[in-house]
């Protein structure tokens, strides 16, 4: 992804910086999306057809893991942000990049290969996408130990989840029609970062969510702070450059924007269940870069667009 222009948001009653990271997307990686003004003189059933791509044929895979509960808990992290991603298996691992309905958020996710105790792809590359909460109510019921296998049903063509416990458990799935484009990664020019105890963090957000709906973020010399404003009350939430909860602090520029409590919220409940640590990285009123570091071969990244007032 490459440096862009700053992000001004137009300030909306009930949906703040709506469709920022598409504009980003399109604006500076020469993306071609449909904008809502465009989408709008479209006929509902031409507009559907647009947005709906045929699902190519997948080549042959099969992923096994050693903990399906890891895998619940990292399918759950897209899941926050995407109910059908695209699903892109490669010779290097598992991509899943997507972003939300709103058009303000988006989840990067990507298992490497060794995460994995059997990878088999066939022909380096393969291309599914499914419904995440079928998936995840299938494995609800799993333990701690048990193993959980993904593969192409080659017979039917579904997704097939194979489950191993004191018994043998086996699902298949269909395979659903694609209804995104995978964006691009983005990469922007953001100019202060601090490493934090994710969890420390999570509750921090969760404090100052009871005060506003959006949470203003500021990195400085002496560190990062949380403020929300309310009605007739207010939060601010410091972590110092000293603090236990602080691990580390980059600032080439002070940055400060502000976000929506709730999309914070969620997005490091589901951080929380897999990392420790957690990369916040910013630039003023540009979108906030959340990056959890995970104990393996692989990285969680969420994009979440400012809120920016107009005047």
């Given at each position: 992804?490459?440096?862009?222009?700053?992000?001004?948001?137009?300030?909306?009653?009930?949906?703040?910086?709506?469709e920022?990271?598409?504009?980003?997307?399109?604006?500076?990686?020469?993306?071609?999306?449909?904008?809502?003004?465009?989408?709008?003189?479209?006929?509902?059933?031409?507009?559907?057809?647009?947005?709906?791509?045929?699902?190519?044929?997948?080549?042959?895979?099969?992923?096994?893991?050693?903990?399906?509960?890891?895998?619940?808990?990292?399918?759950?992290?897209?899941?926050?942000l995407?109910?059908?991603?695209?699903?892109?298996?490669?010779?290097?691992?598992?991509?899943?990049?997507?972003?939300?309905?709103?058009?303000?958020?988006?989840?990067?996710?990507?298992?490497?290969?060794?995460?994995?105790?059997?990878?088999?792809?066939?022909?380096?590359?393969?291309?599914?996408?499914?419904?995440?909460?079928?998936?995840?109510?299938?494995?609800?019921?799993?333990?701690?130990?048990?193993?959980?296998?993904?593969?192409?049903?080659?017979?039917?063509?579904?997704?097939?989840?194979?489950?191993?416990?004191?018994?043998?458990?086996?699902?298949?799935?269909?395979?659903?029609?694609?209804?995104?484009?995978?964006?691009?990664?983005?990469?922007?020019?953001?100019?202060?970062?601090?490493?934090?105890?994710?969890r420390?963090?999570?509750?921090?957000?969760?404090?100052?969510?009871?005060?506003?709906?959006?949470?203003?973020?500021?990195?400085?010399?002496?560190?990062?702070?949380?403020?929300?404003?309310?009605?007739?009350?207010?939060?601010?939430?410091?972590?110092?450059?000293?603090?236990?909860?602080?691990?580390?602090?980059?600032?080439?520029?002070?940055?400060?924007?502000?976000?929506?409590?709730?999309?914070?919220?969620?997005?490091?409940k589901?951080?929380?269940?897999?990392?420790?640590?957690?990369e916040?990285?910013?630039?003023?009123?540009?979108?906030?870069?959340?990056?959890?570091?995970?104990?393996?071969?692989?990285?969680?990244?969420y994009?979440?667009?400012?809120?920016?007032?107009?005047?």
């Open positions: 992804m490459s440096e862009v222009e700053e992000i001004m948001v137009e300030e909306k009653p009930e949906e703040p910086g709506e920022a990271l598409a504009e980003e997307l399109a604006e500076h990686e020469e993306i071609e999306e449909s904008r809502p003004e465009e989408a709008e003189e479209l006929e509902s059933e031409e507009a559907a057809e647009l947005e709906i791509q045929k699902a190519p044929e997948p080549s042959y895979f099969k992923l096994r893991i050693a903990c399906a509960k890891e895998l619940a808990n990292l399918l759950k992290a897209v899941a926050v995407a109910d059908e991603p695209t699903i892109i298996i490669t010779e290097d691992g598992l991509r899943i990049r997507s972003m939300d309905s709103s058009k303000i958020a988006m989840v990067d996710l990507f298992i490497g290969r060794s995460v994995f105790d059997e990878y088999v792809v066939d022909g380096g590359e393969s291309t599914i996408c499914v419904s995440l909460p079928d998936v995840l109510k299938l494995l609800r019921k799993v333990k701690k130990g048990e193993p959980a296998e993904l593969s192409l049903d080659e017979l039917t063509g579904r997704v097939r989840l194979t489950l191993r416990g004191k018994y043998v458990r086996s699902f298949t799935i269909p395979r659903l029609e694609f209804v995104e484009t995978v964006p691009p990664e983005l990469k922007l020019a953001l100019t202060a970062r601090a490493f934090l105890d994710a420390e963090l999570r509750k921090a957000i969760e404090e100052v969510g009871l005060i506003g709906d959006f949470v203003k973020f500021t990195i400085d010399n002496e560190g990062l702070t949380l403020s929300a404003e309310g009605y007739d009350r207010s939060a601010r939430i410091e972590f110092s450059r000293a603090c236990d909860a602080m691990i580390d602090l980059e600032v080439k520029e002070p940055a400060t924007a502000t976000y929506d409590a709730s999309y914070l919220a969620k997005i490091h589901a951080g929380t269940a897999l990392a420790d640590v957690v916040v990285e910013l630039a003023t009123n540009k979108p906030l870069r959340l990056a959890f570091r995970l104990p393996y071969e692989a990285t969680l990244v994009w979440l667009a400012p809120r920016v007032d107009v005047e």
